[in-house]
Structures are given as C-alpha cells and as structure tokens.
C-alpha cells in the first residue's frame, strides 16, 4: 500500500469499531515507510543530470581527442577505399563498442551499491528497470558524444589526413606578431593557441568539475553546526527545563494542573541563577484547554493555548493567512487566534474556518470555566516565535481567567567557558522534582552531528565524483598531446632543445589547462557557492553563513597541478628510452 491508502484503511477500520477519528494516532514513521522520499529522490535525479551532462562533456573530449590523433590513420582507410559514411560508422561503431563493454558492469556495479545502501527498500524488479533506463539513457549520450567527432573523421580527404598534424584543426588565423619569443613556455602558450577547440573542452570539462567541486566546499564550510543545533529555543541558550511527558500525561488536567502547583518559582529561578555561569533564565508560557466544537461533534478535546501581548500582536499580523487581529477587541475574551491549520487537517481531515464558534474549558485551580469564543484570524506556521496549541489568546485575557503562573519551561543561558560546568548542579535541581525534565544543548548537539556529517560528505562525494570524470579527461589530453607530438618533439631535440626546456614546454601545457580550470573554478564557483548560502537565507535558514572553503581550495589547487606535472614526468621519461632517430622516423 501507499502511505494515503494505508492511512485511509486504518480510519476505516477504525471507524467500523466505532472509534472516533480523533482519537486513532497512525505510526507517522511506518506511513512514512510506505512512500518514497520525494527529496531524496529529487536529490539523486539531480545527481544523475549532473553526471550524464560532465559524462557528455567527458565522452565527446575523449573521442575528440581520439579521433585528432588518428587523422592520418583514417586517411590511409580512405585511400584504400573506405567511404566518409563508413568512417564515420567505424567512429560510431567503437563508441558502441566501448558502451556494451562498460556499461553493464557500471550498471552491475551501482546495483551492488545501492543495494547496500537500501536493503530492506530494494528491489530486484524496479532494478531491472531502472538499469535499462539508464543502459537506453547511456547509449544515448554515447552516441551524441561521438556524432560530432565521427563527422570530423569522415571530413578530412586522404591527402589532408596524410599531412595532419595535431594543430591542423581549425580556421588559421594571420598573425601580426612577425617575431616571437621563443622559450619552452612561450612554446606551451603557442602550442595551447594552435588547437584552441581542444583545450576549451577541457578547461570546460575541468571546470564543470571545479565549479560543482566548489559550491558543495562552500556548502559544507559555510554549514555553521553550532547554529543548527541551535534552532528553537536553543537560540540563546543551552538548557531548558520543562515538564516531563509522564507527568503531563498524569495530570487529569493535562499542563494546568501542574501549573497550579507550578515548579517554575521564584525560587527555582533564584537556585538556577546562583549555579556559578549561569547568565540569565526567560520562560515561555501556555496552559491546558479543552475544546468543545459544535461543527464537527468535538467533546472536550485536549489542547493547548498560548498568550500573547500587545507588542507580539504587531509582528503576528504579518503572519496571518485569514482573517484580522485587533488587540482591543480582542481583550474583550470574545475571540482568539488559531495556528497550525495544517495539522488539523492532518490529524482530522478537515480545517477550522474563520468565524467558527468553539467552547473553550479553563482550569483555574478550583474548577473549570467554560468560554464561548469565535476565531478571528489564521497564524501561519511559519511564525518564527515559538507556540505551544493551535490557540492564541490576549495574556489579559487568560490571566483574568487562569490566575496562577503560566510558564511552561525554563530557558537557561550560560557563559560560553561555563557551559558544561552547570549541567551537574542544574540536574541535581531538575532531579529533586519528578514533574521536571533538563533539555541540553550538548544532546542536540550529539543528535545533530550525525545527519551533518551524512549530508557534508554526499555533497562533497558527488563533487569529487564529478572531478573524478574531469580528471580523465585531463589525463587523456595530457597524454594523448604528449603521444601525438612525439615526432615533433624529436624534431625540437634534433635542433638544439634540452630534455629540460622540452618537459618544461610539455609541463607549461598542462598548466595552462589547470590555470583555466581554477579560473572558472574560483569565479563561477565562487559565485555558485555565494548564491547557494544566499538562497539558504532567504529561505529562512539561518545555519548558513558564506564562508570561503580556503583549505579545499588549496587541497583542489594542489592535485590539480600535481596530475600534469607527473603526466608529463612519466610520459617524457618513457620517450628517453628509445633513441632520438627511432622517434623521428616513428611517423613514417
């Protein structure tokens, strides 16, 4: 079953035994079971787009490169008799090739995977078809990768092919520059010019990588943990003392009867301010309902209502969804406020409407005093303040009604070098009375760390993913400029150049192409990053905080640099093994 239908089987049950709606309680965490997690589908059809587009970019810069380097290979099949059509079928059919070779084990492999990511949610079924999906999905981007270096393949006559060099490619552009410096990083510059299509597409390659690479760095470094466990009433403290679940559920007049005999004293408080570091308490306060509603057959239902003042009503006037607030008018008991619609809809199936007329039943600490009121106006959920019910009424108002304290809780803030200090003296306190509960930062804190973690290291996995397929495109460049010159570079030795200066120009290329990729990395990937923790903000979220990922930068500035530089040191070390007349005649 779905998450609706077993939820609409379990209230039809339930009502055939004659129990009312309102008093079955689903299991949320077993519904929630039965349906697929839309975020984190949507996350993994996003990864997935991701990675097909960087594996476009991948596939087409391999093939391109591939093809670049084997002109004259297929002039030679041309002069023998192959068609443009047949070439560019040969071209095709090896990207074919290669797909129905790789494919399936990636396949394989990513459904061992995620197998043991969800075992108890996998299926061999949904498996089958999602692999063929993605098997029709990766033919699919193979050939558009391939099409245009076919095109280019079949292009090129046989007495064209036969004088190809790697920088033939392209419109020649007239220079006005008559005299030229000539030293090995000059000789890099000029060498990159010459084939400028190439090296964009893998700069671009690169920097797809590097900019993905950056906004999760930047996420992740802007995720201020402390922050985020400090949301609610962590804000600005660190302990809260409430009452316990137990003792609530105990109470026969739920939280109003133990705010008869209230814990929350001034001499509590004066106890918790004498533990050494505590800085300052502040309470939130509510009180126990019950509520008859005529419209819907509702008896004495239990539930919370909250009181606010005048200088709260002007800020929860920007917040109303329906109907008005007037203070003054409200001070008349007449009327009140109603928040979280949206979990009346959930838990009964329907929602309060402006202007309905509800009973509401005080406890006062002798008896209970029964009120007829009307709803003004809808709160939206989305009010920042804390709220304990769906009701809301004026704090004159209900202090006339219910004359004892209304706190609800102690908030406890600490100095920061004190924090730790004060949990020991405050749960002796909180322990002396079996009605009271300590809330500490500390746990949150523990709670959190895991969920952080788990969401710091799938952004930062899916990067390194990405930069992973970028890697190989620039490996292959490297090496396959480095084997396509190998006549060429024979030829600069054979007039005077030094093995030195040669790894020099060779290693000055595959800077270039990682001083490309920072470049984007650290404009549009610095802008990416920005934009993320401003989206963040506006959305309410207030954990991120931009801050530049200096050390991830480093880390991905070093590797970068690295690869070229071993690239070029192991393929010119294996150039130096054969003498310089067998690499000038290797061409021919």
Known sequence: MGKEECKAVIYSVGGD?????????????????????????????????????????????VFYISVVGRIRQYGQLRTIGMTKKQVRRLVTREGIYLFAVSAPVGVIIGSVIAYFLKPDGWSFLNTLLVALLVLVIDL?????????????????????????????????KKTKKVHRRISPLHLAAMNSARNRKKVLMTVLSL??????????????????????SRQGDFADSEYIVSFSGNALELSEYGMAGLQKNSPFTEA??????????VDGIRSNQATSVE????????????????????????ELEKYLEDGSLDYDAMLKGETILLQANSVVQEIYGWRFEVGDTLT?????????????????????????????????????????IVPFNLDKDFIVSTEPSMELFVEEPLRALVDSNPNLVLSTLQEQREQDAGSI?????????????????????????????????????????????????????VLGEGMLLAAGNLLITLTIGTAAGYLICWAFGKLGVHYMIYQFPVFYVLAYAVILLLVPYLISKIALRSF???TLVERLREAE
């Open 140 to 172: 699919i981007t193979v050939l558009i990768s391939v099409r245009k270096p076919a095109s280019i393949a079949a292009s090129i006559s046989p007495i064209e092919a036969s004088k190809y060099s790697a920088y033939s490619g392209g419109r020649k």
């Open 268 to 277: 509590l408080e004066s106890q918790i301010l004498s533990i050494p570091g």
């Open 17 to 61: 035994a004659g129990i009312l709606r309102e008093d079955m309680n689903p299991n949320d965490h077993f519904l929630d079971t039965l349906t697929a997690d839309t975020q984190e589908i949507a996350l993994a059809e996003c990864v997935g787009v991701v990675v097909l587009l960087a594996s476009v970019l991948v596939i087409y810069g």
């Open 576 to 578: 130096e093994k054969e």
């Open 207 to 228: 920097g797809i990588g590097g900019v993905l690479f950056m906004a999760a760095a930047t996420f992740v470094n802007s995720f201020d943990k402390e922050m985020y």
């Open 360 to 400: 509401l039943y005080f406890y006062n600490g002798d008896t209970v005093i029964p009120k007829e009121v009307k709803i003004a106006g809808m709160v939206s959920t989305d009010y920042p303040k804390p709220i304990s019910g769906w009701f809301m009424m004026p704090q004159e108002v209900i202090q006339s």
């Open 291 to 314: 509520f008859d509603y005529p419209k819907k057959d509702l008896v004495h239902v239990e539930d919370n209502i909250s009181p606010f003042t005048r200088a709260q009503a002007q």
């Open 453 to 505: 973690a788990t969401l710091s290291a799938t952004a930062l996995g899916l990067a390194l993913f990405i930069i992973a397929f970028s890697m190989i495109n620039l490996v292959n460049t490297l090496i396959t400029n480095i084997l396509s010159k190998k006549q060429e570079l024979a030829m600069l030795e054979s007039i005077g150049m030094s093995r030195r200066q040669i790894r020099q120009m």
